[in-house]
């Protein structure tokens, strides 16, 4: 037990080691960036893990730097927006339902035609619905922001928002105004 208890304890320093270091070299980085192009105007972090998974925009000196590359301002040619909407666990449920009204009619009908088997094939022929649904499921929003670059290399980059519309609409809104006012 005691060993056990020391494996999950060396985990758990190591994790927390491999988060310092990727903290400290985010920290590098964006202290690297801010030499370079002067002072940051604006940061939007999609993801708090990674500085690659961060927009950083440079007013004065008119550049955009994200996910590793710096564009001018006139290299962002557009961007649009999806919302899609996920489904997530539950359970699918059918429900059938037989018309018992049509069930004993077409067996009658059936039995005269047919005997004792027309009475069956008559009786399995009433009336069914089945109705599917998700049972449970839950549903949220996914935001697509493309940013479109004039560049052969990487025309696109593209942005996932798991159910943050504030931040989704913070990117699209400060691209869109990058892109008009060029």
């Known amino acids: 037990m005691t060993t056990v208890i020391i494996i999950v304890v060396i985990i758990i320093v190591l994790a927390i080691a491999c ?3 990727v903290y400290y070299d985010n920290v ?5 960036l801010d030499k370079q192009y002067g002072e940051l105007t604006k940061n939007i972090v999609i993801s708090s893990i990674d500085i690659k998974d961060s927009v950083r925009i440079y007013a004065k000196s008119r550049i955009v730097w994200m996910r590793g590359t710096a564009y ?3 290299q962002i040619s557009g961007v649009s927006m999806e919302v899609q909407t996920k489904t997530e666990g539950g359970d699918i ?8 009204l049509g069930t004993a009619g077409r067996a009658a009908v059936g039995r005269m035609v047919g005997g004792d088997t ?3 094939i008559g009786a399995g022929t009433a ?4 109705t599917i649904h998700k049972k449970d499921a839950v549903q949220h929003d996914v935001y697509v922001v493309d940013i479109h ?6 025309p696109v980059q593209t942005f996932t928002i798991n159910g943050d519309r504030e931040l989704a609409m913070d990117l699209y809104s400060t691209i869109d105004y990058i892109v008009k006012r060029g």
Do not use: R, W, Y
Not at 28 to 32: D, E, L, P, T, V
Not at 149 to 154: G, Q, W
């Open 72 to 74: 001018s301002f006139s």
């Open 118 to 120: 027309g009475a069956l």
């Open 19 to 21: 988060l310092v270091a």
């Open 149 to 154: 670059i004039d560049s052969l290399a990487t």
């Open 93 to 100: 449920v059918a429900t059938t339902k037989t018309s018992t």
């Open 28 to 32: 590098q980085q964006a202290k690297m």
């Open 127 to 130: 009336t069914k619905t089945t």
